[in-house]
């Protein structure tokens, strides 16, 4: 009886390393870049009368979920015959690894999240990569 062991890496992190007073602070951090520059550069106006519908983004907000902090896009279905007139989608997460010490993670179009290539960087430095990114 042969026993298979394999070690695999795994750059998540396993929990969050951040206490109560921390993750307030991360999040207050957070949404003030939501408030501050998603509201105002990102959110679209309803998009004329065109030959279809289009989905377009009239909110955002960040919530912290495990050990990520993710961010959320609201976004309205004019579709005649949508189910919901509107739905949210993530698009983004920061994972915490350690106190101040965040990763930047974007989730691509087969809604498999794919870390950025700064690691472990810290929370302005990651948000501020939300900002110039092409990602984002």
Same mark, same amino acid.
């Given at each position: 009886?042969? =026993?298979?062991?394999?070690w695999?890496?795994?750059?998540k *992190?396993? %929990?969050?390393?951040?206490?109560?007073p921390? %993750?307030?602070?991360?999040?207050? =951090?957070?949404?003030?870049?939501? @408030?501050n520059?998603? =509201?105002?550069?990102?959110?679209?106006?309803p998009? &004329?009368? &065109?030959?279809f *519908?289009?989905?377009?983004?009239?909110? /955002?907000?960040?919530?912290?979920?495990?050990?990520?902090?993710?961010f959320?896009? %609201?976004?309205?279905?004019?579709? !005649?015959?949508a #189910?919901? !007139? /509107? /739905?949210?989608?993530?698009?983004?997460?920061?994972?915490?690894?350690?106190?101040? =010490? /965040?990763?930047?993670w974007?989730?691509?179009?087969?809604?498999?999240?794919? @870390?950025?290539?700064?690691?472990?960087g810290?929370?302005?430095?990651?948000? #501020?990569?939300?900002?110039?990114?092409?990602?984002?």
């Amino acid at each position: 009886m042969s =026993r298979n062991y394999h070690w695999v890496y795994d750059p998540k *992190p396993r %929990k969050n390393a951040l206490n109560a007073p921390q %993750k307030a602070a991360a999040l207050t =951090r957070a949404e003030d870049f939501v @408030e501050n520059h998603l =509201r105002r550069n990102c959110i679209q106006a309803p998009p &004329g009368h &065109g030959t279809f *519908p289009v989905n377009y983004v009239v909110d /955002f907000s960040v919530k912290w979920h495990g050990a990520y902090l993710v961010f959320i896009a %609201k976004y309205a279905s004019p579709y !005649p015959d949508a #189910e919901e !007139p /509107f /739905f949210e989608t993530r698009f983004a997460r920061l994972g915490c690894s350690a106190p101040d =010490r /965040f990763s930047l993670w974007v989730l691509r179009h087969n809604d498999k999240w794919m @870390e950025l290539p700064r690691v472990n960087g810290t929370l302005q430095e990651c948000l #501020e990569d939300m900002r110039t990114s092409s990602w984002f």
